[in-house]
């Protein structure tokens, strides 16, 4: 009779035994797949980290196109108003017998100087307002890269973490199903 309760002992005993190991492999799935599941979101999150950068680099790139357009414009607008301060100086030397004739080429001259002046002006300011706004956004967009360079390299070590602990969980647990 003690044979067979003991027996039964050893059999209560090694059934709980098998629960709890159950049980064990039961969390040990859970939790890889949890991971599993929170490395795809994170690679996710790294691949949108990496196209942002890229956007960066192509508004960077088209800014730097009109700020280049914008300094062509002007030199030529100065081109402009060198070669019409060259005419009027060329009126001013020669004699004109017909004094009516050369007062109304200068004035012609004066006008065409003082428009082109304008245009040199205005489209200063409007590249000095262009590259204040564009250093502005570079220092957004090097902040904003900054702090995704960050998140990426965070991600990318919480990545590697929990892939180790995947590769740590099935050496743990070497579990066939069949």
């Known amino acids: 009779g003690e044979d067979i309760d003991s027996l039964q002992k050893i059999h209560v005993f090694n059934m709980e035994k098998l629960k709890n190991s159950e049980l064990r492999l039961a969390e040990a799935e859970q939790k890889i797949r949890e991971l599993a599941l929170n490395i795809k ?18 508004v960077s790139r088209q800014y730097s196109l009109k700020i280049t357009k914008l300094e062509q414009e002007i030199e030529q607008a100065k081109r402009e108003l060198a070669e019409t301060q060259k005419q009027l100086q060329e009126l001013d030397s020669k004699e004109l017998g017909d004094i009516p004739e050369k007062v109304m080429l200068q004035k012609e001259c004066q006008k065409k100087m003082e428009a082109a002046k304008l245009k040199v002006q205005r489209e200063a300011r409007e590249l000095e307002q262009k590259v204040a706004q564009m ?24 990545l590697q973490q929990d892939q ?6 099935f050496f743990l647990f070497p579990y066939d199903k069949e």
Do not use: Y
């Open 41 to 58: 979101g994170k690679e996710g999150l790294i691949k949108e980290l990496v196209r942002t950068g890229k956007d960066a680099q192509s």
């Open 135 to 158: 250093k502005h956004q570079q220092s957004q967009i090097q902040k904003r890269l900054c702090e995704e360079s960050e998140k990426k390299k965070q991600l990318e070590a919480e």
């Open 164 to 169: 180790q602990q995947i590769k740590v969980g």
